[in-house]
């Protein structure tokens, strides 16, 4: 099982994970606020290992992206365990707008001390910007195309801003950046990588799909064993392994000719149904325990 993913054979060699943390630099002097996007149904594992040194004590909003697919007590959870580090978290559905107009409201908030002090310091006011940051996938384009919502939000070019960056006005407080950070995920936490690897966060032909989907069923299996009853009508107690997969065929009717079961069809099926939400609403990272939390944010 150690080697379900294959790391090296990943897309983020050390070259790009160094230009991609200097771009992000690049764009953070723009702004005073970064909005960091995880997944809910992963916060820890879609974190990227090293925001905090990249962001540095640039305030910061959470947004638990996806959370229409996620447990929405797992999620509140979650919300009260980052407002207990003293950053606000927003539950959001970027494809659906679910929770935007509370994220703009958050970060206003949390960029208002810093335009505040600007103005005591005898400059002009002026709107507070902001990025979006977070791993491939999570959800930052459909969030910024959320945001700037078909309504004439584009604000003029700026001078001195290389070039030309677009900013996106969200009400009249605030101004985003639109171009989204991207950032490397967890990719050497095994734990973390197979998560990425169950919501598709990363790519399906770098890891051995098969030993995955047993693994994201003995997961489901172990933490949510209703969903799978429901879904592929299984009787009884739910078997393990393969057994489990060649169930979820026969029920599905993937069937190869002789009657066996098309391990194949039953695993992308699957994946499908996790990924889509079909199988239920499910969050498989759960809350560090007390004395990890520091380490964590
Ligand atoms: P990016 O790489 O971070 O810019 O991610 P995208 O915005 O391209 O989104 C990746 C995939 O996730 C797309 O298929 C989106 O439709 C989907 N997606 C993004 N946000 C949500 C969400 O809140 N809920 C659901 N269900 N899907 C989402």
Redesign the pocket.
């Known amino acids: 099982n150690d080697n379900v993913i294959d790391i090296p054979s990943l897309q983020w060699y050390p070259g790009h994970m160094r230009k991609a943390e200097r771009l992000v630099k690049e764009n953070l002097k723009l702004v005073d606020v970064v909005v960091e996007l995880l997944d809910a149904r992963i916060p820890m594992s879609s974190a990227n290992p090293v925001l905090r040194e990249i962001v540095g004590d640039k305030p910061r909003v959470i947004v638990l992206?996806?959370?229409?697919?996620a447990d929405e007590a797992a999620t509140r959870a979650w919300v009260k365990y980052f407002a207990a580090g003293g950053i606000s978290a927003v539950p959001?559905?970027?494809?659906k707008g679910r929770g935007v107009k509370e994220l703009v409201q958050a970060i206003a908030k949390c960029a208002k001390p810093k335009t505040d002090k600007l103005v005591q310091h005898g400059a002009k006011a002026r709107a507070a910007r902001c990025m979006i940051l977070?791993i491939?996938?999570?959800?930052?384009?459909?969030l910024i195309n959320r945001l700037s919502g078909g309504a004439k939000t584009k604000v003029e070019n700026r001078p001195g801003v290389t070039r030309a960056k677009q900013w996106i006005r969200l009400g009249a407080q605030l101004e985003l950046l639109d171009m989204?950070g991207i950032l490397w995920p967890k990719f050497e936490d095994r734990q973390a990588a197979l998560h990425l690897a169950f919501t598709g966060a990363i790519n399906d032909n770098v890891y051995d799909v098969a030993s995955v989907v047993l693994l994201l069923l003995d997961t489901l299996r172990t933490k949510y064993p209703v969903y799978l009853k429901d879904r592929y009508r299984l009787e009884g107690e739910v078997p393990s392994g393969v057994e489990l997969l060649e169930e979820i065929g026969r029920k599905r009717g993937c069937l190869r000719a002789g009657g066996r079961v098309d391990d194949e069809k039953a695993q992308q099926i699957v994946l499908t149904d996790f990924r889509c939400?079909r199988l239920g609403c499910v969050t498989l990272d759960a809350l560090p325990s007390k004395d990890s939390a520091e380490d964590t944010r």
């Open positions: 992206n996806k959370a229409d697919l959001v559905d970027a494809v977070g491939p996938n999570v959800g930052k384009s459909s989204p939400g």
